[in-house]
T-cell receptor
Framework: AQTVTQSQPEMSVQEAETVTLSCTYD???????LFWYKQPPSRQMILVIR??????QNATENRFSVNFQKAAKSFSLKISDSQLGDAAMYFC??????????????FGKGTHLIIQP | ETGVTQTPRHLVMGMTNKKSLKCEQH?????MYWYKQSAKKPLELMFV???????ENNSVPSRFSPECPNSSHLFLHLHTLQPEDSALYLC?????????????FGQGTRLTVV
């Protein structure tokens, strides 16, 4: 079974600064997908960024980028130019590509990101 | 708004009650999921339906009973719940899960069992 670990329960960053959220995972599979989801107080889980394990290039979406280290099983999220609207819970998630069924997501416990004005 | 709607948003029920949670998606997706989100625990996958057939049941107690009458609707029937079942229940859907496309989530139902 796969596991996802987020070792930072809470992070705080000044507005306009850069912050990095950590995520490590454990799997015996070689082909899978990794995601970062954001959950604001409204409780709606929103996809931030997605990475396919077979792609070496790190995914980027505007101010959000990842550092995907497959050998180390590490998948960190960098948020540049932090904005007040970035305040939320951030979840790292894993999905198998070869599960042979409609696999759901395996989530970490989340990191609560606070943006200081 | 992600196209996945859950009702009700809040639910308080006694341990002897029977209630149902509803999820509806208008995205044309072919897979739907129930997750449980408890305080201080990772989101837990409960049930997966693909093409209206249940494909995964992660050792969920029988007091939770899912139903997927068509590809747009998903229900979670609840009966004789325990206080530890109080949590946020999230529904999600995705298109072609084999390709790892993103899941779209509803806003959840906050369930309190008293």
């Amino acid at each position: 079974a796969q596991t996802v670990t987020q070792s930072q329960p809470e992070m705080s960053v000044q507005e306009a600064e850069t912050v990095t959220l950590s995520c490590t995972y454990d799997t015996s599979e070689s082909d899978y997908y990794l995601f970062w989801y954001k959950q604001p107080p409204s409780r709606q889980m929103i996809l931030v960024i997605r990475q396919e394990a077979y792609k070496q290039q790190n995914a980027t979406e505007n101010r959000f980028s990842v550092n995907f280290q497959k050998a180390a099983k590490s998948f960190s999220l960098k948020i540049s130019d932090s904005q007040l609207g970035d305040a939320a819970m951030y979840f790292c998630a894993y999905r198998s590509r070869t599960g042979g069924g409609a696999d759901g997501l395996t989530f970490g416990k989340g990191t609560h990101l606070i943006i200081q004005p | 708004e992600t196209g996945v709607t859950q009702t009700p948003r809040h639910l308080v029920m006694g341990m002897t009650n029977k209630k149902s949670l509803k999820c509806e998606q208008h995205l044309g997706h072919n897979a739907m999921y129930w997750y449980k989100q408890s305080a201080k625990k990772p989101l837990e996958l409960m049930f997966v339906y693909s093409l209206e057939e249940r494909v995964e049941n992660n050792s969920v107690p029988s007091r939770f009973s899912p139903e997927c009458p068509n590809s747009s609707h998903l229900f979670l029937h609840l009966h004789t719940l325990q206080p530890e079942d109080s949590a946020l229940y999230l529904c999600a859907s995705s298109q072609d899960p084999y390709r790892g496309l993103e899941s779209f989530f509803g806003q959840g139902t906050r369930l309190t069992v008293v």
